[in-house]
């Protein structure tokens, strides 16, 4: 899942991306309101975290010039606490609304809550073979066999999942999981999908996880 937080006070977005990244999601940042709805227009996004108090472009302007082409769902955050901010980020098409200082784990908890609504949002449960992944609960299954996975080996997984049966570039993966421009000579996605196949694959009679050679990877069940 990919979010983009528009927020100009530089601690709280590096706390709210260092959470998120944590969490296993993949954070763009946007320190104004021109360059955050720039990036709302032109990149594809799961959820957007958008401040009210924005240099350039003010949040609701923001809002406003994004709910003419887009319904990704946006979750206003602002330190003004009154029914009548409110009611116009709601009126403008805001999904929920959070008042600073917060509890990161309402942030989270409000984030799950918006990703579960969103039109196009994927199953709770997401199942290929004996793989049974709660995407909710973020709990890893080979039949009765729990498997533990950090929060990017999860990220990788769900990928592969989303995509389940596409052959999936180092580009792609690199820009999901780790939000960063692939290197040739990096071979950090490597390592990973090595790493995933460790704990989710090599024990299991079912390979899962395939290498295209020149062009990636993709997860399938093959007979």
Do not use: C
Not at 10 to 19: D, E, L, N
Not at 72 to 95: C, E, H, M, Y
């Amino acid at each position: 899942m990919r979010i983009l937080i528009v927020e100009d006070e530089s601690k709280t977005a590096a706390y709210i991306r260092k959470g998120l990244t944590e969490a296993g999601y993949t954070a763009d940042l946007a320190a104004n309101g021109k360059d955050g709805l720039f990036l709302a227009l032109h990149e594809r996004f799961d959820l957007i975290i958008l401040d009210i108090m924005l240099p350039e472009l003010d949040g609701i302007q923001v809002l406003k010039a994004l709910r003419e082409e887009k319904q990704t769902p946006v979750l206003l955050l602002t330190a003004r606490d009154t029914l009548d901010d409110k009611i116009r980020g709601f009126d403008l098409g805001a999904d929920d609304y959070l008042v600073k200082p917060f509890a990161y784990a309402e942030l989270l908890a409000r984030i799950r809550s918006l990703l579960r609504r969103s039109p196009r949002r994927l199953p709770d449960i997401l199942e290929v073979a004996d793989l049974t992944v709660d995407i909710v609960r973020r709990k890893v299954k080979r039949g009765d066999t729990r498997v533990d996975l950090t929060a990017k080996e999860f990220a990788l997984l769900q990928l592969l999942l989303e995509k389940h049966g596409e052959v999936l570039s180092r580009t792609l993966i690199a820009s999901h999981v780790w939000d960063m421009n692939f290197d040739s000579d990096s071979n950090v996605v490597d390592v990973a999908i090595r790493r995933l196949r460790v704990k989710m694959d090599d024990p299991f009679a079912k390979k899962l996880i395939h290498t295209v050679r020149g062009m990636g990877y993709v997860l399938e069940e093959r007979k």
